[in-house]
């Protein structure tokens, strides 16, 4: 079974800076992608950066409200995502949700897997 744990929400005052950490643990195979969503009260969860597995440290994405400020990055031995926020505002507010797409090894074969983590509470406010 894999399982996600994040860290590093809290408080910050606008302008300022947080770096998310999701580690991925378990019977992994392989992880194809790792990134985070957000989902801020009374708002649908929202695709906010995700990156995948390939050649040259792999492809990003992003949302368009945090391009320039937002950075995905990875550390592949360790299983590990991470979210530098930078120039926060206080819409980047919201529970941000790791999330990981991978193979994990089920019976003497493998499957595919897709997990989330519990979730980490970000809050931009002065």
């Known amino acids: 079974q894999v399982q996600l744990v994040e860290s590093g929400g809290g408080l910050v005052q606008p302008g300022g800076s947080l770096r998310l950490s999701c580690a991925a643990s378990?019977?992994?195979?392989?992880?194809?992608?790792m990134g985070w969503y957000r989902q801020a009260p009374e708002k649908e969860r929202e695709l906010v950066a995700v990156i995948t597995s390939g050649g040259s440290g792999g492809s990003t994405n992003y949302a368009d409200s945090v391009k320039g400020r937002f950075t995905i990055s990875r550390d592949n031995a360790k299983n590990t995502v991470f979210l530098q926020m930078n120039s926060l505002k206080p819409e980047d507010t919201a529970v941000y949700y790791c999330?990981?797409?991978?193979?994990?090894?089920?019976?003497?074969?493998?499957?595919?897997?897709?997990?989330w983590g519990q979730g980490t509470q970000v809050t931009v406010s002065s």
């Open positions: 999330y990981a797409d991978g193979v994990t090894y089920y019976v003497g074969s493998t499957k595919a897997f897709n997990v």
């Open positions: 378990g019977l992994i195979f392989s992880i194809s992608a």
